[in-house]
């Protein structure tokens, strides 16, 4: 599996207008001399004496996963006969020797979590367990209220999360299901995309406000028609993503959508322009206090919008930069089959980290010499090294000169540090041991 070159018709003044800002907001930091580069490429094999093999004897790889804000937990359903059917496992953090844990959960196939937090770990009935009560319980883990959206591919999200700080303070989360998601065989997906905004005390765990189903994307029949597939919601909550399938202008590819102040709205907002699988979206308020006054590329800062997005589409992982209107294949580079792992298939849904980090499932063949044997598990990314950024940086630096050199220099990597500290504040928020 090899890289793409990606490609651009931009002109060179916006490529260097575009480019500042997607280096002031994706992660500013510079790189302190002290500072330690994350692996371009961080292969983590799962033990198949810990998670189990498939019905074709490969190490069991699970499916539909959500990766924790600080790249420490995989949340997957479908974990194999040897665990619960809904599993989470726990990541090394970078640099350390230390191998995968594996907790059993009470979930059922499909669960998800809230994104933002992570506060809760949702079943697709609405029950809401805390995640702590699931690491610290397992199985014995109970729920504590039903609520929200219900149904298959239903996702949710903290609006105006205090993540990482945790607060007595009333704590608003929408969800997103697919349409008719109850109903069986060709009845399940026609119909409109739904959401729900509830409201609930994060310290008595009481729901406060169960909200009301909202109906979208109800003015754009005459453009996408009357079904969505793969629907996502942000990890703001500010947005969502879905696929029609039968669209009435343009192709079937993703686009993406703006809840609107109401919550109840459909703006369009963007569009990729080829296929895809389901997306999830990055964050996009982390560093909104950088930005200042950089906003050059129609980029709305603070607001929750124009997070990137990840996707996994033919065995390849790609990113999506909202700035560019660019997808970058984040595959790791083979070496004309002569690299440590090889044969690289990426599987399920990738997730991006706070600090950017894309994290995703994958199977590939590890060799020693002449001798290579199968495996599976999660390959860390770090998109900042990718083969196709470091493309499109030179081909940007080719046509600019030099005027971007600072900018791109002032971010070459995701650093250990940056990693650390992101697990710290998961783990101080969900009081967990570090």
């Known amino acids: ?114 994104q933002g937090s992570w506060r809760y770990l949702v079943e697709v009935s609405g029950a809401h367990y805390t995640f702590q ?33 945790r607060t007595s303070a009333p704590v608003q989360i929408r969800s997103l299901s697919w349409p008719n998601a109850a109903g069986r065989g060709e009845s399940q997906g026609v119909g409109t995309l739904s959401s729900k905004t509830i409201r609930i005390d994060p310290t008595t765990q009481q729901v406060l406000d169960q909200g009301k189903i909202q109906n979208l994307c109800l003015d754009r029949l005459n453009i996408d028609g009357n079904m969505y597939a793969l629907p996502m919601i942000s990890v703001s909550g500010k947005e969502f993503a879905a696929m029609p399938q039968n669209p009435k202008q343009g192709g079937a590819w993703m686009r993406v959508f703006g809840f609107g102040e109401s919550g109840s709205q459909c703006q369009s907002l963007d569009q990729l322009q080829g296929p895809s699988g389901k997306v999830t979206f990055g964050f996009s308020e982390q560093n909104k206090d950088q930005v200042k006054d950089q906003n050059k590329a129609d980029r709305q800062v603070g607001n929750g919008q124009n997070a990137d997005l990840v996707y996994e589409y033919l065995g390849q992982v790609w990113w999506y930069s909202r700035q560019f209107k660019t997808s970058f294949n984040l595959a790791p580079w083979e070496a004309n089959g002569k690299a440590e792992n090889i044969s690289i298939i990426a599987s399920a849904f990738p997730g991006m980290t706070r600090d950017g980090r894309v994290i995703y499932a994958a199977s590939w063949k590890n060799c020693q010499g002449s001798e290579c044997k199968n495996q599976a598990g999660y390959i860390v990314a770090d998109p900042w090294q990718s083969n196709a950024w470091q493309h499109f940086k030179n081909k940007i630096l080719a046509t600019s000169g030099n005027l971007l050199s600072g900018a791109v220099a002032s971010k070459k990597c995701i650093t250990q540090e940056q990693v650390l500290q992101e697990r710290k504040l998961f783990a101080q928020f969900h009081q967990l041991a570090q």
């Open 1 to 114: 599996m090899h890289n793409l070159n990606p490609s651009t018709s931009f002109e060179s003044s916006f490529l260097v207008s575009v480019l500042t800002v997607l280096l002031a907001t994706f992660c500013p930091l510079a790189l302190a001399q002290n500072d330690t580069c994350i692996a371009q490429n961080q292969f983590i094999a799962l033990d198949p004496e810990l998670v189990g093999l498939d019905d074709l004897q490969n190490t069991a790889l699970g499916a539909y996963e959500r990766v924790s804000p600080d790249g420490r937990f995989v949340l997957r359903s479908f974990s194999g006969k040897k665990l619960s059917t809904v599993s989470l496992i726990e990541l090394p953090a970078p640099g350390s020797k230390q191998g995968h844990l594996v907790y059993s959960t009470p979930l059922s196939n499909e669960a998800f979590p809230v």
């Open 133 to 165: 009560s699931i690491i610290e319980q397992g199985e014995k883990a109970q729920p504590l209220f039903n609520a929200g959206m219900t149904g298959f591919y239903a996702a949710a999200a903290e609006l105006n999360t205090s993540y990482p700080q």
